[in-house]
């Protein structure tokens, strides 16, 4: 049974970085994409970013792109997004998704439970 943690969210003020951190078990996990998500109160879940299951390519939401960085390591079964220059816009709450392929093109097949990220002005 696949199980996806997130950790590493706060609160934190505008201009500030925060390091997600999703912690994945049940399947190998280096055989699979990662994502992360974010759904803010009264709005649709959008879409962060993605990484492939060897690290790389990346891709990353346009209103994120050039201030998320999402890196993984294999070893610890784990997927980061490092969040910097946050915004309130950012608040959210963070979801981690792991994908049904290798490449980041795929289908997501599992989600966490996603932890909150506040960014205050």
């Known amino acids: 049974q696949v199980q996806l943690v997130e950790s590493g969210g706060g609160l934190v003020q505008a201009g500030g970085s925060l390091r997600l951190s999703c912690a994945a078990s049940?399947?190998?996990?280096?055989?699979?994409?990662m994502g992360w998500f974010r759904q803010a109160p009264g709005k649709e879940r959008e879409f962060v970013a993605a990484v492939s299951a060897s690290g790389v390519p990346t891709n990353y939401g346009a209103s994120v792109k050039g201030r998320f960085t999402i890196s993984r390591d294999n070893a610890k079964n784990t997927v980061y997004l490092q969040m910097a220059s946050l915004k309130p816009e950012d608040t959210a709450v963070y979801y981690c998704?792991?994908?049904?392929?290798?490449?980041?093109?795929?289908?997501?097949?599992?989600w966490g439970q996603g932890t909150q990220v506040t960014v205050s002005s």
């Open positions: 998704a792991q994908g049904d392929t290798r490449w980041i093109s795929g289908q997501y097949e599992y």
């Open positions: 049940g399947r190998t996990f280096s055989s699979y994409f």
